[in-house]
């Protein structure tokens, strides 16, 4: 048997193909700004370059973490219930990484100008905030801290409601443009908080049950399995 046939028979003994998908998604801005930073094509503003490409990919993460639950709702697909630690975990990985290229690479550690700036920007307000609120969830994403916090630990992670409109109004608020007349940058940020409002929506109770009651709601899933949807 050809051994390329055989590692990918044990690549996916042992992940899914989401699972693979995700990975290879969540590090796919990573590996294309380091071939660009070797080939010499990067921006000629690569620190700017830089904040918008992490910036982007974290909310990006975010948001599909925030889309595991619709998929389950409208689908009963249980996996992405699965995979949502992964995406938060990487989403929080490249806003710590957007974090540290604006102290360290824009700023270069000069922290009274550093809070000067975040007091002074709105946006940039909003953003630190928004980062703040990540760390707890970051921390206490782990099986250990279910345990420990019990009920709580709910209650905390339900802070992702405040904190994903926190990210789209700071993506919206750093781009120039003309909400009113979607001219500018703004278009690409308020399809995100369209996106993000939907999936938001698919979380209410009533329109919850509503998606439950349709039969497309048993195209993933065994019918005869039938298992309890995790709820979010």
Request: aromatic share 14%; glycine share 4%.
């Amino acid at each position: 048997m050809p051994r390329p046939y055989i590692f990918k028979m044990k690549l996916f003994s042992r992940y899914t193909p989401l699972q693979i998908s995700i990975h290879l998604y969540a590090w796919s801005a990573l590996i294309w700004i380091a071939i660009e930073l070797l080939t010499s094509s990067f921006s000629i503003n690569p620190i700017q370059e830089l904040e918008q490409r992490t910036g982007r990919h974290a909310i990006t993460l975010l948001v599909l973490s925030l889309l595991c639950t619709p998929l389950n709702i409208i689908f009963k697909w249980k996996e992405p219930l699965k995979r949502r630690r992964t995406l938060g975990l990487y989403a929080f990985m490249y806003v710590f990484i957007h974090v540290l290229i604006f102290v360290n690479f824009d700023y270069g550690l000069a922290w009274s100008l550093i809070v000067q700036t975040v007091f002074e920007k709105p946006y940039i307000l909003v953003g630190f905030i928004t980062f703040l609120l990540l760390i707890p969830l970051a921390i206490t994403s782990f099986d250990i801290w279910k345990i420990r916090l019990g009920k709580n630990w709910k209650r905390l992670h339900r802070i992702i409601y405040l904190i994903a409109p926190l990210a789209v109004l700071h993506y919206v608020w750093s781009k120039k443009g003309d909400i009113l007349t979607l001219s500018g940058d703004i278009v690409r940020p308020l399809i995100y908080g369209l996106v993000l409002a939907i999936f938001l929506i698919i979380r209410i109770p009533a329109v919850k049950r509503w998606f439950a009651s349709l039969p497309t709601g048993r195209l993933i899933q065994n019918p005869k399995k039938n298992p309890t949807p995790e709820s979010d």
